[in-house]
């Protein structure tokens, strides 16, 4: 479920959202918390795989986007 924060400044990049909402799984998770792991090293290990999918998903949408314009579509 996607977090909305009031006090946070707005990010123009594009997914945004998700790239937040998948931050902060990864900083509020176990791995991190409790076994003082890098979220990197613990996004390595599968900590938060559907939002880290979503990301990717988001991203390689952009990049069909553009390819697409670039094409003449």
Known sequence: MPKYYEDKEEDG???SGVREDLR???L???CV?????????CLREGHCRSLQVTFF????S????V????QGW
């Open 67 to 70: 390819c697409l314009l670039l």
């Open 62 to 65: 952009m990049v069909s986007a």
């Open 57 to 60: 998903a988001c991203k390689r």
């Open 28 to 30: 509020e998770s176990p």
């Open 33 to 41: 918390l409790q076994e003082n792991k890098s979220p990197k090293q």
């Open 13 to 15: 990049r594009a997914c």
């Open 24 to 26: 902060q799984c990864l």
